[in-house]
């Protein structure tokens, strides 16, 4: 069983910036590919960005490229999201995902569905 705790969530003005963290149990952290989405109301969950086990290979959903940065630091079992030029439009529930299933090093994954466990969440708030 994987436990995630994702914190750093809040309200921000558009522009501005912030950085979610996702905490992960478990002692095979360094094998897991992670994920985050998010879902704003009365709309479905959306892919945001994904980072392989080894953190060699990082993708991103086109409206957030050149914006946000993932990463994760193995050492600490945590996956970070860094979140610059929020728009209003980035305003949502964030959750991060752990694909337990390991493959390769560089493996990353975009579909909901090919994720194990997930996180609580954490609300994103752009003021505009």
């Known amino acids: 069983q994987v436990q995630l705790v994702e914190s750093g969530g809040g309200l921000v003005q558009a522009g501005g910036s912030l950085r979610l963290s996702c905490a992960a149990s478990?002692?095979?952290?360094?094998?897991?590919?992670m994920g985050w989405f998010r879902q704003a109301p009365e709309k479905e969950r959306e892919f945001v960005a994904a980072?392989?086990?080894?953190?060699?290979?990082?993708d991103y959903v086109d409206s957030v490229k050149g914006r946000f940065i993932v990463s994760r630091d193995n050492a600490k079992n945590t996956v970070y999201l860094q979140m610059n030029s929020l728009e209003p439009e980035d305003t949502a529930v964030y959750s991060c995902?752990?694909?337990?299933?390991?493959?390769?090093?560089?493996?990353?994954?975009?579909?909901?569905?090919?994720?194990?466990?997930w996180g609580q969440g954490t609300q994103v708030t752009v003021s505009s």
């Open positions: 995902a752990a694909n337990t299933a390991f493959v390769w090093y560089n493996n990353i994954y975009r579909r909901p569905d090919q994720y194990q466990y």
């Open positions: 478990g002692r095979t952290f360094s094998t897991y590919a």
């Open positions: 980072i392989s086990s080894s953190g060699g290979t990082t």
